[in-house]
Nanobody, 121 residues
Framework: QVQLVESGGGLVEPGGSLRISCAASGSDFSISTMGWYRQVPGKERELVAIITSAGGEDYADSAKGRFTISRDGAKMTWYLQMNSLKSEDTAKYYC???????????????WGQGTQVTVSS
């Protein structure tokens, strides 16, 4: 099994920055991609950024130029650096790992509990 824990959310003023983290743990698995999603009440969860095991990155149009996804090479931890934050970035942010267990050929998606980011003056 894979467990994911997000942290680093909080309150920030418009134009400010935050870095949120996703720590993965477990055994007998390999992660092929890690993604950051966000969701607000009454709205559909949307993809913000993804990164592959090879280091490739992709972003939603709303995040390009402002957000950066990365991984700590020494730890099973992924980050989302958010700059120039806007009120419309307010949401609960979730990390999602696409992983395959040892001896299996089918991928499974795992989700964290989320961390709240609020952009307000």
């Amino acid at each position: 099994q894979v467990q994911l824990v997000e942290s680093g959310g909080g309150l920030v003023e418009p134009g400010g920055s935050l870095r949120i983290s996703c720590a993965a743990s477990g055994s007998d698995f390999s992660i092929s991609t890690m993604g950051w999603y966000r969701q607000v009440p009454g709205k559909e969860r949307e993809l913000v950024a993804i990164i592959t095991s090879a280091g490739g990155e992709d972003y939603a149009d709303s995040a390009k130029g402002r957000f950066t996804i990365s991984r700590d090479g020494a730890k099973m931890t992924w980050y989302l650096q958010m700059n120039s934050l806007k009120s419309e970035d307010t949401a609960k942010y979730y990390c999602r790992a696409r992983a395959m267990r040892s001896g299996r050929l089918v991928y499974t998606d795992y989700w964290g509990q989320g961390t709240q980011v609020t952009v307000s003056s």
